[in-house]
């Protein structure tokens, strides 16, 4: 059994740029806020903050935020990491070029080449930070 290595920095992808993958257009565009329709709701819709890469689903409040991996969760209902790295990248395969390559134990492609595993963000870029947490309640 081997391994499946994605050349896609998932964690950066955007959202928006996520979602037209997955085929929808925003109905709705208002400052860095653009509204969809929920992919995996057939009733409410989810804003997504293109500043802060984050989404949130105007139906159900209590799903206030999240991430990327929060929405391939939503639409998957899969919490395997693996899983969701190639729901994701196969969505955006779709509208940009994707590399997956099939490793074998050994560290070799199916072919016989060698790959060789390195980091995709760019060592100049600084660290984005994560936003502020909120005050939780005090019991």
């Known amino acids: 059994m081997g391994l499946t290595v994605i050349d896609l920095d998932i964690k950066n992808l955007p959202l928006e ?7 929808y257009e925003p109905v709705n565009r ?7 329709k929920s992919p995996y709701s057939a009733k409410g819709n989810i804003v997504v903050d293109t500043d802060a890469n984050g ?8 799903k206030l935020y999240g991430g990327i991996y929060d929405l391939a969760y939503e639409i998957t209902g899969s ?3 693996s899983e969701l790295n190639l729901f994701i990248a196969s969505e955006m395969k779709k509208v940009r070029e994707v590399k997956m390559y099939g490793v074998t134990a050994n560290g ?5 080449n060698i790959v060789v595993a390195s980091p995709v963000r760019n060592a100049n870029q600084p ?3 994560p936003p502020k947490r909120k005050r939780g309640m005090r019991l």
């Open 55 to 62: 989404w949130y689903d105007t139906a159900q409040p209590e």
């Open 17 to 23: 740029d996520f979602m037209r993958a997955m085929g």
């Open 79 to 81: 919490a395997n990491r």
């Open 30 to 36: 208002n400052a860095n806020l653009l509204t969809f």
């Open 108 to 112: 070799r492609e199916a072919d016989g």
């Open 127 to 129: 660290k984005p930070e």
